[in-house]
Nanobody
Framework: QVQLIESGGGLVQPGGSLRLSCAAS????????MAWFRQAPGKEREFVAA????????YYADSAKGRFTISRDNALKTMYLQMSSLEPEDTAVYYC????????????????????WGRGTQVTVSS
C-alpha cells in the first residue's frame, strides 16, 4: 500500500501564496508520476499540475500556468505545489495522487490513471 498525506493548506488573502506538500510512504511505494488535483464545492475534481517520476517533465492546467510551480524531491518522497497570486477561484480541497506505472518521463492529466490519492488539504482564498 501507498499512503499520501497532503499538508500546507490554509486561509490566505487574495494575492497571497501557499506551498502544499505531499508526503508519500508505504511498503509498496515507488516513485511515479505525481499530480495535484482540486475540487471546489459543487464542482467536479479538476487537474492542476503533474510532474514526471524523474521530475524532468511538468504540465499545468491553464488556470495554474504562471502562478503555480510543481516540484518533487524523490529522496524525501515528497511533492510540492508552490502557489502564488492566489485568487478566490483557487479555493478548493487539493489532492495529490501518484501513478507508479508510467515510465520515468511520462505524465498524465487523467485522474483515472492515478492509483493512490491523499485525503486532501483545504485551501481557502478570501479577504
Amino acid at each position: 500500500q501507498v499512503q499520501l498525506i497532503e499538508s500546507g493548506g490554509g486561509l490566505v488573502q487574495p494575492g497571497g501564496s501557499l506551498r502544499l506538500s505531499c508526503a508519500a510512504s508505504g511498503r509498496t511505494f515507488s516513485p511515479g508520476a505525481m499530480a495535484w488535483f482540486r475540487q471546489a464545492p459543487g464542482k467536479e475534481r479538476e487537474f492542476v499540475a503533474a510532474i514526471s517520476r524523474s521530475g524532468g517533465n511538468t504540465y499545468y492546467a491553464d488556470s495554474a500556468k504562471g502562478r503555480f510551480t510543481i516540484s518533487r524531491d524523490n529522496a524525501l518522497k515528497t511533492m510540492y505545489l508552490q502557489m502564488s497570486s492566489l485568487e478566490p477561484e483557487d479555493t478548493a480541497v487539493y489532492y495529490c495522487a501518484i501513478d507508479q506505472a508510467l515510465p520515468p518521463n511520462f505524465i498524465t492529466t487523467q485522474a483515472v490513471r492515478y492509483e493512490y490519492w491523499g485525503r486532501g488539504t483545504q485551501v481557502t482564498v478570501s479577504s
